[in-house]
């Protein structure tokens, strides 16, 4: 959760007005336009969608009048070269906002309406990255596999910044690459038991998403006082793996490193042999890993698809914007209470419009 004052931990269960900020730049930070919904005349619509299954984690589409069309490609928001850095939050009874950093990246498209209006849909810079395959081969080249990931991220996007990793680092093994720099990058942050992708406000980070318990942030329920207007939930065994094995090739020609993970732990309701069954996926990667390293992969996407056991979707009747993916956060809904790992976000800028977060169950270390 990005940090935040008491005093906005106690507004966003009651109501409030919301602010919108949007910055527009080239990718040098240049400015060249800036948009608010402070003045009446700014009408700003649409939503900031964080989904940590997408390799482009973050997308934001928002409506603007007419004026704001680019007729040439050197208009402000034309998608030739502007950047949409948004912030939403509140504002105070004296005037004062505290905003949040919630998305950045480029606009893709732009839709004139019939009516006049403004359709802007946006992506997060790890498209950018994504859409410079290697021309060539492409050879590692760096001794740590984060400076690797950073390395490759760089080369595509010179102007990238770094926010803070939260895995082990590892050694980088001897690599050639194809095309897929995207694909690239995924093998590299799994071997750490990651995921590599751009935060709200632009940095590249490369941290776990394994669905560990953590802290409780913050608790949504439902009732006098209560944030969560409705929710669902739902338990299920589809997708859910007790037996995961990762199959990394070997660039030698050497038999591959085959490594299984099997949830053996006493009393797990998926117990691999137990009352759940004997379910197993196998995942080939591309780039070629060391036993250790294939073993971490192998028990984070474990834990990942055991956690697809019991998910939540729930609206918020207001929305809190500090409020990021991989966040833990208590849920209870008519009587059922959950901690789940916050999965994906939907962050509305409209003044009435809800928020909407998914999650999924935690799950212990073993």
Not at 153 to 171: K, Y
Not at 182 to 206: I, K, P, S, Y
């Amino acid at each position: 959760m990005l940090p935040h004052s008491a005093l906005y931990a106690q507004v966003i269960g009651t109501p409030h007005k919301r602010a919108v900020r949007i910055e527009i730049t080239d990718i040098d930070g240049n400015l060249r336009a800036v948009l608010s919904n402070r003045d009446t005349h700014e009408i700003i619509t649409g939503s900031v969608s964080a989904v940590m299954t997408n390799r482009v984690t973050r997308s934001a589409s928002f409506t603007l009048s007419d004026e704001w069309y680019p007729r040439t490609p050197t208009d402000a928001l034309a998608p030739e070269a502007a950047v949409a850095h948004i912030s939403a939050g509140i504002r105070y009874g004296d005037g004062t906002e505290e905003i949040f950093p919630v998305f950045t990246g480029r606009i893709f498209d732009v839709t004139r309406n019939p009516d006049g209006s403004v359709d802007f849909d946006c992506q997060d810079l790890a498209q950018d990255v994504i859409d410079f395959r290697f021309e060539q081969p492409r050879v590692s080249q760096r001794p740590g596999i984060l400076q690797e990931i950073q390395e490759l991220i760089l080369e595509a996007l010179p102007q990238a910044t770094f926010g803070t990793n939260t895995v082990a680092d590892g050694v980088t093994p001897r690599l050639t690459w194809d095309e897929d720099r995207g694909q690239a990058l995924d093998d590299l942050a799994e071997a750490l038991g990651g995921r590599w992708f751009a935060l709200g406000n632009g940095d590249f980070v490369v941290r776990p998403f394994n669905y560990a318990p953590g802290t409780v942030v913050r608790q949504y329920y439902d009732g006098p006082g209560g944030l969560l207007s409705t929710a669902q939930t739902s338990r299920t065994r589809s997708g859910v793996a007790n037996s995961v094995t990762v199959v990394s090739e070997r660039a030698d020609g050497t038999a591959p490193v085959r490594v299984p993970a099997r949830d053996t732990a006493t009393g797990s309701p998926t117990q691999f042999g137990g009352l759940f069954g004997r379910v197993s996926q196998v995942i080939k990667v591309q780039t070629p890993l060391t036993t250790a390293q294939a073993q971490v992969m192998a028990r984070t996407q474990l834990r990942a698809a055991k956690a697809l056991g019991e998910q939540w979707s729930a609206t918020l009747a207001y929305a809190d914007h500090a409020l990021e993916p991989g966040d833990t956060v208590q849920v209870r809904y008519r009587g059922v209470l959950a901690t789940q790992v916050v999965d994906q976000i939907r962050y509305p800028l409209d003044q009435k419009d809800a928020m909407q977060i998914t999650g999924r169950a935690t799950v212990p270390e073993e």
